[in-house]
């Protein structure tokens, strides 16, 4: 998180991140449901012994860009190579509310408008040195210097007193963020405008939640941050392991850190090695690797695998179509919508939503593991969630009545614009896995049965790292896209959809989206029943507006061989979304 959102395909990152997906679909079939019910959320609990290596498979068509860092990584994959080491400041307990237990402690002052985050002596970077305040500070700065061109800073940070400034030039320093200990102290107060309701969890987007070695990369330029050897080839991090070595964009190969302030490692070495999804079951099958994600979609060739356990959960995500309507202006650090754009009207937009037959190809192409969502916020969230919002489900007559009743009518096999003149929509899709061509292939049929001439941007599918490219630098040649989100555990959607942020792609901009955005995150919203009364009523407008459609999220099924104990996805064991890897091992 960190605080929100990863691009993702979808791979659990956690809090702040933005990242974009390739989607799988879904559906539902109470079959498969039910047996993923049976599943267990962790590895039997045994004693383990100390030493070996475990082999981790990173499923992706496409090398990870190897950015460690987390203020300046956008995509899953890396956040996933970076696990072992990448340990945040705070643990939480199962609802992901922040505790003691964690490198740092957190104290909130709503009197004061104060956050006091304190790390704990021993928490040591894996070169030896104390993570101190500075560490803490300068993570800020590498989100909010322009220089680093980070995609993480988001407009929820500017509550904090100078951040603003400091993001726009005008101050060298952040004038909120005090360090009384001095920058080798281990205490940091951050000032806010005012608190959150949302503060209390991690992933709530308006504070951070790792630490950036100082010491390490202070002689680098904000402008080389990113493509420095520091953070491409040598991090630093204050997690159980250190990084050995690093093949570029195919695997890491992690080792103890000496340091690390929980104790000694159970393992001696982990190894993220990337592997194709085409060929995910077969490595499951072949005990290739320890741990290994399962495919949806490959199922049923490997559910009867031997020597593992399977555990499944479903993660806080989901797949969405989203429709460009503007545009990111870099000057004035804002999205600023288009009226004119192709895609501004309303029932055009939802049209293509209830022409998409989700659940059917859930249903067909992933044994019904994954499944339509109705609404931006998941029901995980609890009464969060509403249950009122039913979704786009598939209906054909309604797509065609929306059209004809827009002006969209028909001339020869395609539709034109209300104003007579053609249509043609393209479409930016990811490549992925074997299923991933003809489930996109689908919806281009079921676009095309009302009329709509939709078209893949350059004809085919695009490979992740262009995909993420295009969407994130408003390419003209993209008017609708099919993308995912990896969540926070704090649910506020301010920093992903609101008008000063990068990450809503989208980049439509209304007043009533501002209003909600701000309600819910507003002083009233320390009471739990306005809160949630914001929250639906967010729903419900985005329903309705349709610049973003959900479509579907899956659940997480990983193969873990069974000779592993302390493999866990409960929020408690984890670290913001990181395996705690320390306590990963062998059985005895």
């Known amino acids: 998180m960190k605080t929100k959102k990863i691009f993702s395909s979808i791979g659990v990152v956690t809090a702040a991140a933005l990242a974009l997906v390739a989607c799988g679909k879904s559906g539902n079939n109470d079959n498969a449901t039910n047996t993923v019910k049976k599943f267990a959320k962790e590895t039997p609990v045994k004693t383990a012994k100390q030493g070996g290596t475990v082999k981790v498979a990173l499923e992706t068509d496409t090398p990870f860009t190897g950015i460690f860092s987390p203020e300046l990584s956008t995509m899953s994959t890396d956040a996933s190579v970076a ?21 740092a402690t957190l104290k909130l002052d709503r009197n004061a408008k104060t956050a006091t985050i304190t790390v704990k002596k021993g928490v040591k970077w894996s070169d030896g040195e104390q993570v101190n305040a500075k560490d803490i500070e300068y993570s800020y700065e590498i989100l909010a210097n322009k220089k680093t061109a980070s995609q993480r800073y988001n407009s929820q940070f500017e509550d904090i007193l100078g951040m603003k400034e400091y993001h726009d030039g005008k101050a060298k320093t952040i004038s909120g963020i005090e360090m009384p200990q001095g920058e080798k102290g281990r205490t940091v107060v951050i000032h806010f405008k005012e608190l959150k309701p949302g503060m209390y969890y991690s992933g709530n987007g308006y504070f951070w939640e790792s630490a950036a070695p100082y010491h390490y990369l202070k002689n680098v330029p904000f402008n080389k941050l990113q493509s420095s050897n ?10 159980p392991f250190k990084v050995q070595k690093i093949v570029r964009g195919q695997s890491v190969t992690w080792v103890p850190n000496k340091y690390y302030w929980r104790g000694r490692p159970k393992l001696n070495k982990i190894v993220i090695q990337v592997v194709s999804p085409n060929s995910a079951s077969q490595s499951i099958k072949s005990h290739k690797f320890d741990i290994a994600a399962v495919r949806n979609s490959q199922w049923d060739q490997v559910k009867n695998t031997k020597n593992v356990n399977f555990v499944a959960q479903i993660p806080l995500s989901y797949n969405y179509l989203g429709f460009k309507v503007g545009k990111w202006d870099a000057k004035q650090n804002k999205n600023v919508m288009d009226p004119k754009s192709k895609m501004a009207n309303k029932s055009l937009r939802q049209a293509i939503g209830y022409a998409m037959n989700v659940s059917a190809v859930d249903k067909r192409y992933t044994q019904g593991l994954s499944f339509q969502v109705p609404t931006l916020i998941p029901a995980q969230f609890g009464d969060y969630f509403n249950k009122d919002v039913k979704g786009y489900n598939y209906d054909l007559k309604k797509a065609n009545s929306l059209l004809d009743k827009a002006g969209y009518k028909k001339k020869g096999k395609w539709r034109v614009q209300p104003n007579g003149k053609p249509l043609t929509i393209h479409f930016l899709a990811m490549s992925g896995s074997s299923i991933q061509d003809p489930i996109i292939q689908n919806y281009l049929q079921q676009w095309h049965k009302i009329g709509l001439n939709v078209k893949l941007t350059g004809g085919r599918l695009t490979e992740a790292n262009s995909f993420y490219d295009k969407v994130q630098h408003d390419d003209p040649s993209v008017d609708m896209f099919d993308a995912g989100w990896t969540l926070a555990s704090e649910p506020s959607p301010k920093n992903m959809y609101d008008e000063s942020t990068p990450s809503n792609y989208e980049r439509f901009v209304t007043p009533e989206n501002t209003k909600l955005l701000n309600e819910i995150d507003s002083q009233k919203a320390f009471n739990h029943k306005y809160r949630v009364q914001k929250f639906h009523e967010w729903q419900q407008y985005m329903f309705d507006q349709a610049y973003v459609i959900p479509t579907d999220n899956a659940y997480s099924i990983s193969a ?24 990963v091992g062998y059985v005895k």
């Open 83 to 103: 696990g072992p080491g990448d340990e945040e400041l705070f643990d939480t307990d199962n609802q992901y509310k922040i505790n003691d237990k964690g490198p």
């Open 230 to 239: 520091q953070i491409r080839q040598k991090p630093l991090y204050f997690g």
């Open 560 to 583: 873990v061989n069974n000779k592993l104990t302390g493999y866990s996805t409960k929020p408690s064991q984890n670290n913001n979304g990181h395996q705690l890897w320390y306590q």
